[in-house]
């Protein structure tokens, strides 16, 4: 899936946005766009005149001018339109590979007898209860209430590494179309059919929903003031070339209607917009609108949710740390004793931690072993072997009364090494052989790796970073130094989190928002950008803007860095598109009135064969702009972190002087290619 993502253009979308150009000729879908639907009319009225020039007025222009402003009209709006079903192409390609994936899947069903029932996934409905079973697949959304299971959700996030997912906590939500990898739940269903996560990717990045951005929006309602107030300019050249005995023909009106109106970004501008959203998905983050994408580059704060987004969420092994009188390597050894048949995942990572450390798993049998579960009241578990020997490991105070009791004493360096543990924000666990300790293991909510580059990355680009959590303030400002983060909030109940967030908002600034359990949907609603992972609960991804795929919270960096490119690809094109029209008019107003006010002619600087040359040319390098450009609509400007101001200067300097530039050197080396032709 993440292959199918991050895939350039292929032959097949090529071919079918090449005919996806033509059918969207249709007057009905061209209306959307002012600025190519004059184009589209223009083309219009050319082709009658190419069939009959006289038809409306009496013309001077040939048959075969007339055909050629055709021709040339007709590719401009084709360009347009194949800029725009380019785009369009790559999301439909990815909702393809979704749809295979969303194929109908049988679901064990459970009834009120207590029996299952093999239905259609198609057949269930929210509230249902289904079990899904090793090596099968996960038939809707919904929420495991029973069993814990290795997840494979390779075919929404393209990660081929499965996941842990349990009933409780954060990380019980599945999706449908992923697959159980080992042993078995029994998932509640939380969606009706159409209304899973599957379907909403579908139609999203497919653009069937799309909507066009506030920014996008207030940008085609400039470019149609600016098509109009050009309309009503060459409309006054009618009566002005009257008054100086000058015969304008119809095409040529049309031709310079549109090389004069902004029609570069008025054919790319729905490219941009799509292409944006496309950047993102392939970094593997659903956005559920263009706004949210656009908002992400202009992002002034970043606040995070620590559990399952700075850190990992499950305390894990970081360290043995053995009381005097005991070898490191001994202390290792009977870490492995007391968690080997320990699932919970802190035994897990026990075990991890010591065969990264060198000792072998252990492979004597342990079936005549008794395994000590941990409970409240006891605080501790373990083995009792069937050699009599007693493995434990549990809180400091309670070890400390089961050594005791068994007549053992209390190495006094035990409580300085625990108390250290917790300062740093750790969580200590005395480890025990019969009446004697051997040390404490060190278990810490790890901090993801990385993260602490990314945050300075954000930092250089302006953005501060603020972590909430609901651990003490020494705890809290422990996870907050080793992230990297710019602030953070101690004992934050979600309404904290939330007052934070309108805070920012009332300095004027724009908040981004990530997090993953069901306590952070109020505050991922209230952000700007509310960035969920998947990994969390259902109740997060509702009420957030978009969805990480691979549930890392660094992806924001990338989001932003997209919305960032998005908004100065679009401003770099308009600068371009609208600096072109210098040229043009040094171009075309030159050859159509030196005739009759031969002191225009100083303003013929580009020195173009012939009057109808200077408009083919100009027309043609019109047309030929916009494929030139898909690229950089699609790929998007790069964007380099810098200030504002020094942004915007870059992009006056290379696209403004430079859309002066091209179309001078552009149009007149085609007026040399149509006089060495002879074509004008």
């Known amino acids: 899936m993440a292959a199918a993502r991050r895939k350039t253009l292929?032959?097949?979308?090529?071919?079918?946005?090449?005919?996806?150009?033509?059918?969207?000729?249709?007057?009905?879908?061209?209306?959307?766009?002012p600025v190519m639907f004059i184009v589209e009319v223009g083309t219009f009225i050319t082709l009658l005149l190419s069939i009959k020039p006289d038809l409306f007025v009496a013309s001077s222009a040939g048959r075969g001018?007339?055909?050629?402003?055709?021709?040339?009209?007709?590719?401009?709006?084709?360009?347009?339109?194949?800029?725009?079903?380019?785009?369009?192409?790559?999301?439909?390609?990815?909702?393809d590979t979704l749809r295979k994936t969303k194929s109908d899947?049988?679901?064990?069903?459970?009834?009120?007898?207590?029996?299952?029932?093999?239905?259609?996934?198609?057949?269930?409905r929210k509230g249902d209860i289904v079990r899904v079973d090793a090596g099968e697949i996960i038939p809707t959304d919904g929420e495991i209430i029973e069993g814990l299971a290795s997840i494979d959700e390779s075919a929404i996030t393209g990660e081929s590494a499965p996941v842990i997912k349990e009933a409780g906590g954060d990380f019980s939500?599945?999706?449908?179309?992923?697959?159980?990898?080992?042993?078995?739940i029994v998932v509640k269903v939380m969606t009706d059919p159409g209304e899973s996560f599957l379907d909403r990717m579908i139609s999203l990045v497919e653009g069937a929903k799309r909507q066009k951005t506030p920014n996008e929006i207030a940008l085609t309602t400039l470019l149609a003031v600016l098509t109009m107030i050009f309309m009503l300019v060459i409309l006054t050249m009618v009566p002005m070339a009257g008054y100086l005995n000058i015969k304008l023909d119809i095409a040529t009106l049309i031709a310079l209607l549109v090389c004069l109106i902004p029609t570069t970004i008025g054919g790319l501008l729905s490219a941009i917009g799509i292409a944006g959203m496309d950047r993102?998905?392939?970094?593997?983050?659903?956005?559920?609108?263009?706004?949210?994408v656009e908002a992400a580059g202009d992002i002034n704060t970043l606040i995070l949710d620590k559990t399952g987004t700075v850190t990992y969420g499950n305390r894990m092994a970081s360290e043995f740390l053995p009381v005097l009188g005991i070898a490191p390597q001994e202390m290792t050894a009977a870490a492995l004793l007391a968690s080997v048949k320990d699932e919970t995942p802190e035994g897990r990572s026990i075990v991890e931690l010591a065969v990264k450390r060198g000792e072998s798993?252990?492979?004597?049998?342990?079936?005549?072993?008794?395994?000590?579960?941990?409970?409240?009241?006891?605080?501790?578990?373990?083995?009792n072997l069937a050699s009599g020997a007693q493995i434990r490991k549990g809180a400091v105070d309670a070890m400390k009364r089961h050594v005791t009791a068994k007549g053992g004493s209390v190495p006094h360096d035990l409580d300085d090494i625990a108390n250290k543990i917790a300062k740093a924000g750790g969580t200590p666990l005395a480890l025990a052989i019969d009446n004697r300790i051997y040390g404490v293991i060190y278990l810490k909510d790890t901090v993801k790796p990385g993260l602490k580059e990314r945050f300075a990355e954000l930092r250089a680009m302006g953005i501060k970073t603020i972590m909430c959590t609901g651990d003490n303030p020494l705890t809290a400002a422990t996870i907050a130094l080793e992230a990297g983060v710019d602030d953070f909030i101690a004992e934050a109940k979600p309404e904290d989190k939330i007052a934070a967030i309108r805070k920012e908002q009332q300095e004027g600034k724009l908040v981004a928002m990530t997090g993953d359990g069901t306590n952070d949907a109020p505050a991922l609603a209230q952000a700007d950008v509310g960035l969920a992972m998947n990994s969390g609960t259902m109740a997060a991804k509702e009420a957030a803007n978009m969805i990480d795929l691979d549930s890392d919270p660094t992806k924001l960096l990338s989001v932003v860095s997209i919305g960032k490119q998005l908004l100065i690809t679009r401003g770099a094109l308009t600068t371009f598109s609208i600096s072109n029209d210098i040229a043009k008019y040094f171009a075309i107003i030159p050859a159509m009135f030196v005739l009759a006010m031969p002191q225009l002619q100083s303003?013929?600087?580009?020195h173009l064969y012939s009057p109808k040359s200077a408009i083919l040319s100009a027309l043609i390098f019109n047309a030929v702009i916009i494929p030139l450009l898909i690229p950089v609509a699609m790929k998007g400007v790069k964007y380099r972190a810098m200030s504002a101001d020094r942004l915007l200067s870059r992009n006056v300097l290379l696209y403004g002087i430079g859309g002066v530039i091209v179309p001078f050197i552009g149009i007149k080396l085609i007026d040399l290619v149509l006089y060495g032709l002879h074509l004008a």
């Open 10 to 33: 292929t032959t097949e979308i090529v071919l079918q946005a090449s005919a996806d150009a033509f059918k969207k000729l249709n007057p009905a879908v061209m209306i959307k766009n």
């Open 65 to 95: 001018y007339n055909i050629a402003v055709f021709f040339i009209l007709l590719f401009t709006v084709l360009f347009a339109n194949f800029a725009e079903a380019l785009a369009e192409g790559r999301g439909k390609a990815q909702a």
């Open 105 to 124: 899947t049988m679901a064990k069903l459970l009834q009120k007898d207590g029996k299952l029932k093999q239905v259609s996934s198609t057949e269930l």
């Open 173 to 184: 939500s599945v999706t449908g179309g992923t697959r159980v990898a080992s042993d078995y």
């Open 280 to 292: 993102v998905t392939q970094y593997n983050v659903l956005a559920m609108s263009g706004k949210a």
């Open 361 to 383: 798993q252990v492979e004597r049998d342990y079936a005549d072993a008794e395994i000590i579960d941990f409970t409240a009241e006891t605080r501790m578990s373990g083995l």
């Open 603 to 606: 303003l013929n600087i580009m």
